[in-house]
């Protein structure tokens, strides 16, 4: 059974930091992973998609990698700003029979202070 | 092009009460998959539906049940509501088992 981690639970970092979220997961088989951000009480943004085939994916201030082997993926948000608080998700498609439902981490909530 | 969306927004339900929560996909896709997310944690696959059938499940009782209509649109009914049954429930569509994209949640208050 897949079990996906998220450590810290939460971060707070002054207006200006780098910001490294962690993800691990147990079951290496996976489709893809994905990076989501949360906003209080709302739904789900999509940040980042990392195909199993691919090392990294970069948007804007963003960057999300993967390695497999170990199970893990970090999202680092460089030059954070106040609007980048919210809470990150990472969540993972399993190969095979599964399909594409995903299973998610707990998150980490992140406050960037001005 | 709508995304996905859900109504009602918030509801609020006794215990032992039934609820419905609605989900409408994004234009140009078939599959329709429900997650809860209770407050502080990941969300939690419930079930998925394609043409018309329940697909997939997860670790849920039966008093979660679902539908999908001709149109793609979708329905997640609960029974017998407990406290423990409050929390955002998420609708995501998919063209088959393509990339899933979220709509933005019904919170369900049970009191």
């Known amino acids: 059974k897949q079990e996906v981690t998220q450590i810290p639970a939460a971060l707070s970092v002054p207006e200006g930091e780098n910001l490294v979220l962690n993800c691990s997961f147990t079951?290496?088989?996976?489709?893809?992973l994905q990076w989501f951000r949360q906003d209080p009480g709302k739904g789900l943004t999509s940040l980042l998609l990392?195909?199993?085939?691919?090392r990294e994916q970069t948007s804007g201030r963003l960057n999300a990698s993967l390695d497999k082997s170990s199970g893990r993926s970090t999202l680092y948000i460089a030059a954070s700003q106040p609007g980048d608080s919210a809470t990150y998700l990472c969540?993972?498609?399993?190969?095979?029979?599964?399909?594409?439902?995903?299973?998610f981490g707990g998150g980490t909530r992140v406050l960037v202070k001005p | 092009d709508a995304g996905v969306t859900q109504s009602p927004t918030h509801l609020i339900k006794t215990r032992g009460q039934q609820v419905t929560l609605r989900c409408s996909p994004k234009?140009?896709?078939?599959?329709v998959s429900w997650y809860q997310q209770a407050l502080g944690q990941g969300p939690q696959f419930i079930f998925q539906?394609?043409?018309?059938?329940?697909?997939q499940r997860g670790n849920f009782p039966d008093r979660f049940s679902g539908h999908q209509f001709p149109n793609y649109s979708s329905e997640l009914n609960v029974n017998a509501l407990l406290l423990g049954d409050s929390a955002l429930y998420l609708c995501?569509?998919?063209?088959?088992?393509?990339?899933?994209?979220f709509g933005p949640g019904t919170r369900l208050t049970v009191t």
């Open positions: 969540a993972v498609r399993h190969r095979g029979a599964a399909g594409n439902k995903l299973t």
């Open positions: 995501a569509s998919s063209w088959e088992q393509g990339e899933q994209y």
């Open positions: 990392i195909q199993s085939s691919q």
């Open positions: 234009s140009g896709h078939d599959t």
């Open positions: 079951d290496s088989a996976i489709y893809n």
């Open positions: 539906y394609y043409e018309e059938e329940e697909r």
